[in-house]
């Protein structure tokens, strides 16, 4: 006999969320959107999803009402969708009703791609990438093409006071519209080296002023991000912070080196009004830190009392950084990963790739039937 998945199928309510149960659709850019409206395959995409019992989805990533937010960054971008704008507003309006038509809960990932941001692209290409020290950051661990590299390693200006006062601003505008619109809350993308972690990682913030320093210092950034986010909303409108060590400019990167400076820098964040912290990690299992078999989203449980999302290679055999240059096989996980979350170390379980090979695979690994192959061509399909 296996081990007993079925806590996973268990309904979980929390920050104003109830879910019917523990499987969370990771957001995935898909370039869709043309000139940032998502077009008409978007609505049944997500539909889909939500159709075949997906508790939470995170949308892809939404560009925020910034000109700067959005570019055609490293993973071939270019077709994202925004939060702005009247017919953008009238497709996520759409496609928000479809999927509560169908049970589901969904909440939009807010983006600035900050120093990922290649300059001179996207809907914007006049206006300058934003970079907290005008760098994209160390070069030699790179996970992107050598092209790319190129077109980003020209250092900028740094953002002044009020450049960053508006793209504050902008994050609160885009909350507001996701609100409107009838989302279940908002997701910020606070992780893999965009804007928000630009701010967090010593590498790509350099500043002395009020925004940069220590951990704590760093995290200012973020934490007025997420305070505007709120003041926008309501006390009540679900608030979710996406928290990654690693990054685009370096797989090995890390933001914190001890659970103390987790601790420190999180703390300021959560403070300001987050409900629930997703961890992306690449292997959700991998010990955090030396001398703990902890995750990081069982640290990040524990030292912010706040539900998180573990995320990486749940339904795969491989991470996601192999998965790009060679196929991973779809693998029942699912006994461990109960078993954790079973005993505390985190809420619900974040599932990227696996919901893109396959719509119904929480059906599936319910139901115990196949689900379809891992394929590469499957990035490129909006099924
Ligand atoms: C095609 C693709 C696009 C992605 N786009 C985003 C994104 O827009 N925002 C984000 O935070 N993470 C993004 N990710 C990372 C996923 O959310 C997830 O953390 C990662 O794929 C690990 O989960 P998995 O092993 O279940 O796929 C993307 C991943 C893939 C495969």
């Given amino acids: 006999m296996g081990i007993d998945t079925g806590i996973l199928f268990q309904p979980f309510e929390t920050g104003g969320l109830h879910l019917r149960n523990r499987f969370v659709m990771a957001p995935m850019t898909r370039n869709f ?9 978007v609505a049944a995409y997500y539909r889909r999803r939500a159709e075949a019992d997906v508790g939470l989805i995170v949308t892809e990533g939404i560009g925020v009402d910034h000109p700067s937010a959005l570019g055609q960054e490293s993973m071939g971008g270019g077709a994202s969708p925004v939060l702005h704008g009247d017919a953008a507003l009238a497709k996520w309006r759409e496609i928000v009703a479809g999927v509560h038509q169908a049970g589901g809960v969904i909440v939009p990932q807010l983006w600035h791609q900050g120093v990922i941001r290649v300059p001179g692209t996207g809907y914007h290409p006049e206006v300058p990438s ?3 020290s005008g760098i994209w950051g160390p070069f030699d661990g790179a996970m992107v093409p050598p092209d790319y590299l190129q077109l980003v390693r020209e250092p900028t200006a740094p953002l002044t006071e009020n450049e960053i006062a508006d793209i504050i601003a902008a994050f609160a505008r885009s909350a507001a519209n996701a609100k409107a619109v009838g989302f279940d809350g908002v ?76 601790e420190a820098m999180l703390a300021p964040i959560v403070d300001a009004g987050v409900d629930i912290m997703d961890v992306s990690t690449r292997i959700w299992s991998t010990p955090a830190f030396e001398g703990s078999d902890l995750s990081l989203a069982g640290w990040v449980k524990k030292l912010t009392g706040k539900p998180a999302i573990a995320v990486g290679g749940v339904g795969l055999s491989k991470d ?20 954790r979350l079973a005993s505390g170390e985190f809420d619900l379980v974040g599932v990227g790739r696996a919901l893109l090979m396959d719509p119904h695979w929480v059906q599936c690994m319910r139901s115990g039937t196949e689900v379809s192959p891992f394929r590469l061509e499957a990035y490129a399909s909006l099924y």
């Fill in 130 to 132: 934003a970079r907290p």
């Fill in 33 to 41: 959107s043309p000139g940032g409206i998502p077009s008409d395959g």
């Fill in 320 to 339: 996601l950084q192999s998965s790009f240059a060679q196929p991973t096989v779809m693998t029942n996980n699912l006994p461990l990963v109960a078993e």
């Fill in 187 to 262: 997701a910020l993308h606070g992780a893999h080296g965009y804007l928000i972690d630009s701010f967090l990682w010593a590498q790509t913030n350099l500043r002395d002023d009020g925004w940069g320093g220590d951990g704590p210092s760093r995290a200012r950034f973020a934490a007025e991000v997420v305070r505007a986010v709120r003041a926008a909303t309501a006390p009540d409108f679900p608030i979710i912070f996406r928290f990654s060590q690693w990054k685009l400019q370096d797989y090995g990167a890390r933001n914190v080196a001890t659970p103390a400076e987790l």
